[in-house]
């Protein structure tokens, strides 16, 4: 696992792009009724808390590949991240 050594100032900036990439990918997901924001950034060890919820009535996903697919899409946009926790 990597450790990420970010300065309080850096993580706030981690956290601005991680919200700014969660608010751009929900038109994509096509999610009007989840909820999909993050909760914390842990820069010691690049690990991002989500909370996932929310109702998805026309949506095929199940929650384990939803979180898969904003996984990948977050650590495209956001390469300090190192993996998603979702809560």
Do not use: Y
């Not at 999610?31 to 690049?46: H, K, M, P, Q, R």
């Not at 909370?51 to 990948?72: F, K, S, T, V, Y």
């Amino acid at each position: 696992m990597r450790v990420w050594k970010h300065a309080p100032r850096d993580a706030e900036s981690i956290e601005r792009r991680i919200r700014q990439a969660l608010t751009e990918m929900r038109p994509l997901l096509r999610l009007d009724a989840a909820i999909i924001e993050l909760v914390e950034f842990d820069g010691n060890t690049g690990v991002a808390v989500l909370h996932i919820g929310g109702d998805c009535p026309d949506c095929d996903m199940d929650a384990a590949m939803l979180r898969q697919g904003i996984e990948a899409h977050l650590r495209m946009q956001v390469p300090e991240i190192s993996a998603v926790r979702a809560v």
